[in-house]
């Protein structure tokens, strides 16, 4: 036979042996493992679900906000983030690691759950590349001043913060004890989702501050069971029962508290807080939605708040409220602000200097005098006015740019009398068609770079409609005419308003996919087109004319009259309006062409005059206001509406899970007990929950007779229990194996008898209340 001969390991193999054994040495030290008798929930088996619930609501909140599509994945990211968390709590890493720790496996979840979360087929590395390539494009898109449409960064960022509330927070509850880490951040995260979103998530908030105060009063019990186990103290076998069960009572009645106490003075504390941090808020809003235009869900935070940028597809949740009187002589529409720069998705104002006076040129207009009576608080002071102002009579300044002939804003320098009475002088356009087509075209550099400039990314067939429409035209205004005919006539007004896509330009989705929307498609899609064409325009935002009032003789204003239309810049004229939205009446002008005559100031008024019969405006058709009525339209539903037993499955469902999770509760709070123990106990407490407390000078025998007095049914019962633990404590054999089963046949029977009780003690609990 042939012997084995030892095979001598090379210098490289030796190497590669010392390599491995250095890298393992170094992960073990820098990684250690964590202690199996350590690697605990802190808070026990009852905490874990509440704290898993805690973390869990933040995610769920977002998927019901409906910003993005691919939502889903934020849950199971969550989970794996308390899962870590418990992980690496509970070894004897060093906190810096274990943050750096988190951080790179929190990054590799984030993209690698993002990544699968995207629609298609592909494999993960194909959706990996992708990833890679969206978010390239959005720094691109970022960097370059523009609107960022695609939403995977924002995908990556809700991630990131659901990763992070959910790792950091249990890390610390592991490492320290202290719950606040994940109440403050998964709290003030929810805060923001809940206040941002259209859709009503307050139950998110009760249910995540009710968590909130039990996991505390849970945490609070085990931190007194370590200090009893201390100090060798022995508690009843009910003491955490009953702090839990108060500090339950006393969560809900906090809650209660919050919704229903007088909030006068806290609106007041934090209206105040506002006006100091509201200009940097609105600048931070506005580059926000810059960075994430292409986000679906939409805000509620908006409303008619008028602020530097606007987001193209958000709804503008308007209510009937009264927001201004107006005493003109002649209705007009009030503007509020303009905006030049079109990002892709959204506009935003870039001309913010503030100046004490512009000079309007004077030619084709006439001056225009309005007091407004504002009812409703505006933000940064903001002021309204009638096409272009020249003076008002409280301390003001002009928002204006390099060009000192208009304004784009006008703001109170002192905030409060924006929100009081003022009136405003006005130059308003009386230039009639014929002068506005034989115009001069010669446009300033600065007006053709603020109010010609187009995203790169605008699609080609925006630009080859607006050539298409204006082909046969010769001068600006008639291209202008013929963008605002074609919007009017093609396509149709709708109240509710749809977000694009993403990754689509909202006026591109709208000329070719939607055709119908509310009025900032109109006028931002008009706004572009007339650009494409070399003439430059901006869009206007602020209200309609309103209603006239026939008894005070003013123009009452909503919000529902709050609206957005086009100017387009002539020279030597100024800023000329249109209207291309057909829920509204076009600005009448005009045309000296035709009539053969010299244009009369009082004849051009371009404005809802109630007194001038050629002017005739619609004022049912206000912004956000439906056709229909919503009595009758929702009547109607209810009538064809079938009856769905879902959400009747779903209350018994949650009545027994809860019945179920009280049982297992009440089993297990005499677990490890002997069988007589175990007994006694049970008999005690469910004696106690039926209305029959025992005395604690009783004796066994004593307690038996009373309760067996009080319910015959359970006299013989409680007295089998009863003698066997007299049997079990006080003989010097015990209790023999016949007396644990006859106590365990007691309990049984006597449990019967007293859930039987159990409904009509809750029935008297709540008639008590109700008295």
């Not at 026939?550 to 909503?558: A, Q």
Request: with cysteine.
């Amino acid at each position: 036979m042939r012997k084995s001969v030892a095979v001598q390991p090379t210098r490289v193999d030796a190497a590669i042996e010392q390599a491995r054994a250095w890298t393992m040495r170094t992960l073990r030290s820098l990684f250690p493992r964590p202690a199996r008798r350590r690697l605990r929930f802190r808070g026990g088996w009852f905490a874990l679900p509440i704290y898993v619930l805690l973390v869990l609501i933040y995610p769920l909140s977002l998927q019901q906000a409906e910003w993005v599509r691919a939502a889903d994945h934020f849950t199971w990211l969550a989970i794996l983030g308390v899962i870590t968390g418990v992980l690496v709590g509970n070894t004897r890493m060093s906190t810096t690691r274990a943050i750096l720790l988190g951080g790179v496996l929190g990054a590799i979840a984030i993209v690698i759950a993002t990544s699968m979360a995207t629609e298609g087929n592909a494999i993960l590395r194909e959706k990996l590349v992708k990833l890679a390539i969206n978010v390239n494009n959005w720094l691109t898109q970022v960097l370059a001043g523009e609107s960022a449409s695609d939403p995977t960064a924002f995908i990556l960022f809700l991630g990131a913060t659901t990763w992070s509330s959910a790792f950091v927070g249990t890390f610390a509850l592991q490492r320290t004890g202290r719950p606040w880490d994940m109440l403050l951040f998964v709290g003030f995260c929810l805060i923001v989702n809940v206040s941002m979103a259209l859709t009503n998530l307050l139950a998110d908030l009760v249910v995540f501050s009710l968590a909130s105060l039990v996991l505390l009063v849970r945490l609070h019990i085990v931190l007194l069971q370590d200090r009893w186990q201390r100090y060798n103290i022995v508690p009843s076998g009910e003491m955490d029962w009953r702090l839990l069960r108060g500090g339950l009572t006393w969560a809900l009645v906090l809650v209660i508290m919050a919704f229903f106490t007088p909030r006068v003075g806290a609106a007041e504390v934090l209206g105040r807080a506002y006006n100091v941090f509201e200009s940097p808020y609105h600048s931070v809003e506005a580059e926000w939605q810059r960075f994430f235009a292409g986000v679906s869900g939409p805000s509620k935070m908006r409303g008619v708040s008028f602020t530097e940028s606007f987001r193209l597809g958000q709804s503008p949740n308007l209510s009937d409220r009264v927001v201004m009187t107006v005493d003109a002589a002649s209705g007009h529409f009030w503007r509020a602000m303009t905006y030049d720069f079109y990002t892709g998705g959204s506009w935003r104002n870039t001309e913010t200097d503030r100046v004490d006076k512009v000079a309007v040129p004077a030619l084709g207009r006439e001056r225009f005098d309005a007091t407004f009576e504002i009812n409703v608080q505006q933000p940064g002071g903001l002021l309204f006015v009638a096409n272009e102002p020249v003076k008002v009579n409280i301390p003001a300044q002009f928002q204006t740019g390099a060009d000192r002939t208009y304004s784009t804003g006008m703001r109170a320098m002192r905030g409060g009398q924006a929100s009081e009475k003022y009136t405003v002088t006005s130059f308003v356009s009386v230039a009639d068609k014929a002068v506005l087509r034989r115009g001069p075209t010669g446009y300033s550099d600065y007006i053709k770079q603020k109010y010609l400039q187009l995203p790169s990314t605008l699609p080609q067939r925006v630009k080859d409609l607006a050539h298409r429409i204006a082909k046969d035209e010769t001068n600006n205004y008639d291209m202008a005419e013929a963008i605002e005919s074609y919007l009017r006539t093609t396509y149709h007004y709708a109240p509710q308003v749809k977000a694009a896509p993403p990754g689509r330009d909202p006026v591109d989705y709208f000329l070719f996919d939607l055709k119908e929307d509310f009025c900032e498609y109109f006028s931002a899609s008009m706004t572009v087109m007339l650009r494409e064409l070399g003439i430059p325009a901006r869009v206007v935002e602020g209200y309609t004319t309103g209603t006239l009032d026939p008894n005070t003789g003013k123009y009452v204003v909503k919000e529902l009259d709050a609206h957005a239309w086009v100017e387009a810049y002539f020279p030597t004229f100024g800023w000329i309006e249109f209207e291309p939205t057909p829920s509204q009446a076009p600005f009448l002008r005009i045309d000296s062409d035709l009539t053969g005559g010299a244009t009369l100031p009082g004849d051009e008024r371009g404005i809802d005059d109630p007194d001038n019969p050629r002017v005739a405006r619609d004022e049912s058709e206000g912004l956000g206001r439906s056709d229909l009525d919503p009595g009758l339209e929702s009547a109607s539903s209810d009538l064809d509406e079938p009856f769905d037993p879902k959400p009747m499955l779903g209350v018994l469902l949650i009545i027994a899970l809860l019945m179920l999770g009280a049982w297992t509760r009440f089993q297990m709070r005499f677990r490890g007990q002997r069988p007589i123990d175990a007994a006694w106990g049970k008999a005690r407490l469910l004696a106690a929950y039926a209305g029959y407390h025992p005395h604690p000078a009783q004796t066994s025998y004593e307690y038996a007779a009373m309760l067996g007095d009080a319910v015959p049914d359970a006299k013989t019962a409680i007295l089998d229990i009863a003698e066997s633990r007299v049997r079990d404590r006080y003989t010097p054999v015990g209790a023999t194996a016949d007396d644990e089963a006859r106590a365990i046949s007691a309990w049984r029977r006597l449990a019967r008898t007293l859930m039987s009780l159990v409904p009509a003690r809750l029935v008297s609990f709540v008639a008590r209340i109700k008295s």
